[in-house]
């Protein structure tokens, strides 16, 4: 049987073992936060610029534009596209990519339900959606 280290090329490390049913149930078990983020703020700032960097990426994918049309269509340089593809999000902000979007032919739809009582928590839900134009 071969083993991970058999497996290895020379001069490569050995590729990692598969993550035994333990690793698994102590990961689920861990902070999310603490995982990622130390600041709960920062991590969800995070989130959803992968988020809409996922969904920017697909709709590209989706259309079949080329680097050169979609940044043609987005009206931005063809190496921010790049970055872009590569999922370089580091380099673009919030703003940069909800703005991609409205450019796309997206907008977002906010709602925000603020219910009675103590114990109630306030929601805010965000939808994007194809514009009306």
Partial sequence: ????????????????????????????????????????????????????GITLIQLIRANGWSQATTSERLKVAQPRISDLMRGKLDRFSIDALMELMFRAGYTFDYEFDFPEGDKAQPRLEMKLKKAML
């Fill in 1 to 52: 049987m071969q083993t991970p280290e058999t497996l290895a090329r020379p001069g490569r490390t050995a590729p990692k073992a598969p993550v035994t049913t333990g690793e698994v149930t102590a990961m689920k078990n861990q902070n999310t936060y603490a995982m990622f983020s130390s600041d709960p703020a920062e991590f969800n700032k995070q989130a959803l610029k992968g988020k809409l």
